[in-house]
């Protein structure tokens, strides 16, 4: 299945991005089919050939959703957004996870054992 996807690249800390055609199971940094465009986050600019975009999505390219809510916001595709990440299930808060830690300890028990001395003999204290 192709993918309409970015290609990070750039410094560490300067990311820039490359919008490409490529296969899904090709690597993020791999091989790609054909570049459609770039974009910089830092100064928020998108260059994308619009006719090679619509010709790939005619074809089945499938959209990655952050690329997709990038070309339905610039007006190059039509289209709803779509949410690109999703938020993580907590299921106990966090409160509860202490309370169940604290109870959760095993408590110490000390075992004192008495040695038999014979009589006359001092007593003599156990090892441990």
């Known amino acids: 299945m192709l993918k309409i996807r970015l290609q990070r690249i750039g410094k560490r800390g300067q990311a820039y991005f490359r919008v490409i055609v490529t296969e899904h199971t090709q690597k993020p940094k791999g091989r790609f089919l054909e570049l459609l465009g770039v974009y910089d986050p830092h100064k928020n600019k998108v260059n994308v050939k619009k006719e090679r975009v619509v010709f790939w999505l005619s074809k089945g390219a499938q959209v990655s959703p952050t690329v997709n809510n990038l070309l339905i ?11 690109t990440w999703k938020a993580k299930k907590n299921a106990k808060p966090a409160k509860e996870k202490k309370e169940i830690k604290a109870e959760a300890k095993p408590e110490e028990k000390v075992v004192v054992s008495e040695v038999e001395s014979a009589p006359g003999e001092a007593p003599v204290a156990p090892a441990v």
């Open 73 to 83: 916001g610039r007006k190059i595709i039509e289209g709803q957004k779509v949410q």
